[in-house]
């Protein structure tokens, strides 16, 4: 079976990590979070997949290529004006030509794919989505079924009354597996919302669409305190397909130059090419990446930080994020920060707790 995976929205609610890197680039424990979705679905014997993108397709294509290095064909179709959901599954159907799965490609779940494509046949459905319970359901498409699994509403982003009057928490979880001829219903060449026009078109039709619940790991990474969150879950073994062995809660990928006289409180991950100075502290969740830098007496707690930074001496950070090639002089200090690609910041400088800073911003 083909996969279409959605990876052209313009993720603003990452900005400003996705100012230059397309959300679906930004790295999971050091590889581009669709890397991760790609091998989940290869893992499935889903070996062909379109990427349907629009915003910043270039360093996508520029690192996945043809697939053969992640053992996938893959195919690209770029939208020259964003075409939403529905609208980017349109502009695939190049490809598609029978029973296809579609996928947001900023959700990280172990779902059982396999599982799905079998109870989609049972069923004959036309269309099914997998669910996921969640505690604020207003963020996502809630789903309303029967008990034998049929759908009966979708309501995208509803208020807590609908929420409350539905007396469901399950959502959308952003896979669906679709049958080809639901691509003739989509209309060309304009933008449109899969969840807030197709889905509606095929309740109103009474077509069978079905929901899978399940309850595998699931999170959509779509803001800094999800992506944060994601790392948490991953490194604390939640997710079951990548959790670290229990023995290797500190993973240094290709040893650099780590000084002994560190102190690292798992879980850590650090990349390859890193260089970690005398008396630092690393408390995890802290992953850095590679070809980095943190000077000697530095304290980094629940950071992500990406490649090739150069932090310190004496540097504080927590619950931060920060892109490739950020330089932070001596005594900077830093909490709950999200720091956009070659930021540089002075030495002395106490940034604005929650702050978001630009790309290529010097501060001081
Ligand atoms: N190619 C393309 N073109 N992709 C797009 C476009 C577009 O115009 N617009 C959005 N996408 C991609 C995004 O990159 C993302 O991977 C996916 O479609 C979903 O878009 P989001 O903007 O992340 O939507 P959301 O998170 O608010 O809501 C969606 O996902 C929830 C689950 O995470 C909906 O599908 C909800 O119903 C669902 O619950
Ligand atoms: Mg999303």
């Not at 020259?80 to 959901?85: A, F, I, L, V």
Request: overall charge negative; some cysteine; aromatic content about 6%.
């Amino acid at each position: 079976m083909k996969a279409v995976i959605l990876v052209g929205g313009k993720a603003t609610r990452l900005l400003p990590l996705t100012r230059h890197t397309p959300k679906s680039m930004v790295p999971v424990l050091n590889i581009p979070f669709l890397e991760h979705v790609i091998r989940h679905l290869g893992s499935h014997q889903v070996k062909e997949i379109v990427l349907a993108q629009g915003h910043l397709s270039q360093p996508i294509e520029d690192y996945f290529g043809d697939g053969s290095r992640f053992d996938v064909k893959l195919h690209y179709a770029v939208e020259d004006t964003p075409r939403g959901t529905g609208g980017a599954v349109k502009n695939a159907a190049g490809h598609l030509d029978d029973t296809f799965l579609v996928l947001n490609g900023d959700v990280f779940t172990d779902l059982d794919i396999t599982g799905m494509v079998a109870f989609h046949r049972e069923r004959q459905a036309k269309a099914t989505i997998a669910l996921t319970p969640v505690e604020d359901p207003t963020a996502y498409g809630l789903v309303e079924t029967e008990t034998d699994g049929r759908v009966v509403r979708f309501l995208e982003k509803p208020s807590w009354d609908e929420v409350l009057q539905r007396k469901t928490n399950m959502i959308n979880a952003g896979t669906y597996i679709l049958e080809p001829d639901i691509l003739a219903q989509i209309p060309p060449e304009r933008e449109v919302s899969i969840e807030r026009e197709t889905f509606q078109q095929l309740l109103a039709q009474e077509e069978p669409m079905y929901a899978y619940s399940s309850s595998a790991y699931w999170l959509d990474m779509g803001t800094p305190e999800r992506y944060l969150q994601l790392h948490r879950d991953i490194l604390d073994g939640k997710c079951p397909r990548c959790a670290l062995a229990p023995d290797m809660k500190v993973v240094i990928e290709k040893p650099g130059n780590v000084h002994p006289a560190v102190r690292l409180e798992p879980p850590v991950v650090i990349g390859a090419n890193c260089s970690i100075g005398e008396g630092v502290r690393l408390v995890g969740p802290v992953v850095i990446g590679a070809g980095s830098t943190i000077l000697e007496d530095s304290l980094i707690e629940n950071c992500i930080i990406w490649r090739n930074a150069r932090l310190g001496p004496r540097v504080r950070l927590k619950d931060s994020i920060l892109a490739d090639n950020c330089r932070f002089g001596a005594d900077t200090i830093g909490e709950g920060v999200v720091v956009g690609d070659n930021v540089t910041v002075l030495s002395g400088i106490k940034l604005e707790p929650g702050s978001k800073i630009e790309p290529g911003t010097t501060i001081g």
